[in-house]
């Protein structure tokens, strides 16, 4: 597959999330594309920037020869192809375009209008989104790179990070196992204001082992939610009857080390409490507020929120994959 052509003067290398045109996949991949639609819907997501695939394109142009991309490319899944292609992208320095582009997104993303001195620093998710992640045909869940509690001035090692997982040993097996390709790949990043969870939790409403309709599957823990996703922690699983809203199944999680926002950098500490995570009336909120999601998608979702102990923030939504 030919290598897709830049457009710079037509796509910016950086775009605010949830404003102007709209981003679709092809612009700010799965992730991106997906919070910007919940943001034009109204829904509560921290702010957000994209850096786009066109961002993307620009810096691998810059990092090997065309023919010699080509030439990478077209021996995937080939170990030596793959290490290749990452050496050869990390090596390169950032185009200073790209560069610049992602230092003003960030900047402008920091500012929230109150003086810097008045509040604590902020910290940030990066997030990669490559153009058919978080989509109907696979999900690519935890394959790519994701990084939380970054500085401002942390961002672009982030952002490289995230662009060099696109060709990441667990990614390309993945492609190669389901039969997607493995050529004219693109990955835009998401980098989105960390919200402070007092708590987080992974929703499906459609169960994801059972495959039923009728029952919506919960989990939460305290905090951070990367200790759960990453299958760290022992969340609280609840199980919830879609007609009624009725809790119909509740499993403690087990007490361990957690993830907290402070002082714009992410902590640690033991969690010793067995108390359920989530209140009654937070579970029914955001069993409401999944299964809205799922109407306005059109079909089963799967979503990642933090509860602030006010309010649910929406993280991300994607369509309830089998892979």
């Not at 990669?128 to 869940?141: K, P, Q, R, T, W």
Request: negative net charge; glycine residues 8%.
């Amino acid at each position: 597959m030919p290598i897709p052509a830049i457009h710079s003067r037509v796509q910016s290398l950086v775009l605010r999330v949830g404003a102007g045109s709209p981003l679709g996949a092809d612009v700010a991949g799965g992730k991106g594309a997906s919070l910007d639609r919940l943001m034009r819907l109204g829904w509560n997501v921290p702010p957000a920037i994209c850096i786009t695939a066109d961002a993307f394109r620009h810096q691998l142009a810059s990092a090997l020869e065309p023919d010699r991309l080509r030439a990478l490319l077209a021996a995937l899944p080939d170990a030596q192809a793959r290490a290749a292609i990452v050496e050869a992208f990390e090596e390169a320095p950032t185009a200073p375009d790209v560069r610049v582009a992602i230092e003003r997104g960030v900047r402008a993303l920091d500012d929230r209008g109150s003086p810097r001195n008045a509040r604590e620093p902020t910290a940030f998710a990066v997030r990669s989104s490559a153009l058919d992640e978080d989509g109907a045909v696979a999900s690519f869940a935890g394959l790519h790179e994701t990084e939380l509690g970054r500085t401002a001035d942390e961002i672009e090692p982030a952002v490289r990070r995230c662009w060099a997982s696109l060709w990441s040993i667990p990614a390309i097996a993945y492609r190669a196992r389901r039969g997607l390709p493995l050529d004219g790949l693109a990955m835009a990043v998401v980098v989105q204001v960390l919200a402070a969870a007092a708590a987080s939790a992974v929703i499906f409403t459609r169960h994801p082992v059972s495959g039923r309709d009728d029952r919506i599957l919960l989990t939460a823990i305290r905090g951070l939610g990367e200790p759960m996703v990453s299958g760290d922690a022992t969340p609280d699983t609840i199980v919830v009857d879609r007609a009624s809203r009725a809790i119909v199944e509740r499993t403690a999680g087990r007490p361990g080390q957690r993830q907290f926002v402070e002082g714009g950098r992410i902590v640690e500490r033991a969690d010793p409490s067995t108390a359920p995570v989530l209140t009654d009336p937070a579970i029914a909120e955001l069993v409401d507020l999944a299964i809205a999601i799922e109407t306005a998608a059109g079909g089963p979702v799967d979503i990642e929120a933090a509860w602030t102990g006010a309010a649910w923030m929406l993280l991300q939504s994607r369509p309830v994959t089998t892979a």
